[in-house]
C-alpha cells in the first residue's frame, strides 16, 4: 500500500526559503503525477504545483515563479523548495499523489505540515 508522508515544514521569515518532503512509502514509479497542495485558515485547498511521472511540471499562477517542485525516484520522494517566501503563503501544504488500481484513480494524501511565515 502507498503511502505519502510529508515533513520540512515550520516557521520561516518573510523572504525566506524553505523546503519540504514527501516520502513514498513503497514504489514512486506507481504514481503517474505528485503534487503539493496547501490550504489556509479559512480558505479551500489549492493546488500548488504538480509534476508527471515522466517529468511535466504545473504551477499555480500566483506563485509568480518562487517555488520550485522536483523528484528523485532513488529516494522515493519528492519536494517542493519555496523561495520568497510571503506571508500569504502560510499554510498547510499536502503532498498527493494519484495512481491507478484495478483500472481506477487512487488519490493518496499526506498527513499535512505546518508553514508559517511570519517575523
Known amino acids: 500500500q502507498v503511502q505519502l508522508a510529508e515533513s520540512g515544514g515550520g516557521l520561516v521569515q518573510p523572504g525566506g526559503s524553505l523546503r519540504l518532503a514527501c516520502v513514498v512509502s513503497g514504489n514512486i514509479w506507481n504514481l503517474y503525477i505528485m503534487g503539493w497542495y496547501r490550504q489556509a485558515p479559512g480558505k479551500e485547498r489549492e493546488m500548488v504545483a504538480t509534476i508527471t511521472r515522466g517529468g511535466t511540471l504545473k504551477y499555480a499562477d500566483s506563485l509568480e515563479g518562487r517555488f520550485t517542485i522536483s523528484k528523485d525516484e532513488g529516494q522515493n520522494t519528492f519536494y517542493l523548495h519555496m523561495d520568497k517566501m510571503k506571508p500569504e503563503d502560510t499554510a498547510v501544504y499536502y503532498c498527493?499523489?494519484?495512481?491507478?488500481?484495478?483500472?481506477?484513480?487512487?488519490?493518496?494524501w499526506g498527513q499535512g505540515t505546518q508553514v508559517t511565515v511570519s517575523s
Open positions: 498527493n499523489g494519484e495512481m491507478f488500481v484495478s483500472a481506477s484513480v487512487r488519490e493518496i
